[in-house]
């Protein structure tokens, strides 16, 4: 008989629900985007976040149910993310994921989402299994796992700085680009030569999985401001924030160059570092996880690096390596059928650490 399994996510500003059956097939699998309510601000605003959380979280699991063709009472469990992530965000959907199990009598257990990351390649890949390396590059994360087995961790090395999403989103945001920064860095890159404007990369010593992309950023600020620019004043009968900010006037062509050797700093120190750790563990197989694994150049740059590095290399459809419920649902799933349960007591934890160190 199948297990069904109802995943919540809310971790940061998307408001994602989805069922799962015996942990791999997706039923259904609903988000809600809250790009559009961000986008004046070039970053997500927390208390709106969570606001918008409250307001979609059960419209968002009824559809994922509907979508389903499942009741509430066929679930056999839930899975909520308890962290880490924005404190106000990830309250919203563990409290109704607790409230939901609760009311219905159904197991409830807490995921945390940079687990739920590495198991989103595990719904695309039916051969791939554990032990694996895995990278979470994200807006919020760049770490890198040894994944042992289903429930053990190993983290081998994590950004000192900046996340590649987050240093996606300020450099794009000083572009004056937009908000989110990754898909419109990507394609103003597509039109740019990635040997125009070479960038530094920050390259760990030997031994050290470590990433560092603040000095990056700061390359290409300083780089632009050798250009023009002009100061603009936000329309302050606008709902876009009122302020004035300097804005870099550049030649089309010259920003699509910069875009293209940030980007590919960027995809060459995610490259080179994960291979090395790929290389040195015994299943030299390697898991691209989170929003930034959606980029092409660096899933085309690693595939192709790989090969001659005698690493297999997996990555998640899109849809899966941005935030979505599935993906917590599929590490959930494992944790249900070991009896795991969490008590109605669990709380969120903006800073949850994933395995041992």
């Not at 015996?22 to 997500?44: E, K, M, T």
């Not at 690693?302 to 090969?307: D, L, P, Q, S």
Request: hydrophobic share 45%.
């Amino acid at each position: 008989m199948a297990h069904l399994t109802l995943g919540i996510e809310t971790s940061c500003d998307e408001t994602a629900a989805a069922v799962l059956e015996d942990g791999r097939r997706i039923r259904s699998s609903v988000v809600a985007s809250q790009d559009l309510l961000h986008a004046p601000y070039g970053g997500v605003v927390p208390e709106l976040a969570s606001r918008r959380h409250i307001e979609a979280i059960w419209p968002v699991v009824q559809e994922a149910l509907t979508r389903a063709e499942v009741s509430l009472a066929e679930l056999d469990g839930i899975a909520a993310t308890s962290g880490p992530g924005l404190i106000g965000s990830l309250l919203v959907g563990l409290c109704f994921g607790k409230a939901l199990a609760f009311a219905c009598g159904i197991p409830l257990v807490g995921v945390n989402h940079l687990e739920g990351h590495l198991y989103a390649a595990l719904l695309d890949h039916d051969d791939l299994s554990f032990p694996f390396t895995g990278l979470v590059a994200s807006g919020g994360h760049t770490h890198l796992y040894l994944a042992a087995a289903p429930g053990e961790y190993r983290l081998l090395g994590r950004t000192r700085d900046d996340a590649a999403g987050e240093a996606f989103d300020k450099v794009a945001k000083f572009l004056g680009l937009g908000y989110p920064g990754g898909p419109l860095i990507e394609k103003w890159a597509q039109k740019g030569d990635p040997n125009a404007v070479r960038f530094p990369r920050s390259i760990p010593p030997r031994g050290s999985y470590d990433f560092s992309f603040s000095g990056l950023k700061t390359a290409v600020v300083n780089y632009v401001k050798r250009s023009a620019f002009s100061v603009q004043r936000s329309d302050s009968s606008s709902l876009q924030p009122s302020v004035f900010s300097l804005q870099p006037v550049l030649d089309p062509a010259l920003m699509a160059d910069i875009c293209a050797g940030f980007q590919e700093a960027v995809v060459d120190v995610l490259v080179r570092v994960s291979l090395a750790a790929a290389k040195a563990s015994t299943s030299r197989r390697l898991v691209l996880a989170g929003g930034v694994a959606c980029n092409g150049r660096l899933r085309s740059e690693c595939a192709e690096r790989a090969t001659g590095e005698g690493v297999q290399v997996y990555y998640p459809t899109p849809s899966l390596c941005t935030d979505n419920a599935a993906m917590i649902a599929a590490a959930g799933y494992p944790r249900l059928l070991r009896g795991e349960r969490a008590l109605l007591s669990l709380n969120a934890d903006a800073d949850l650490a994933l395995g041992l160190t």
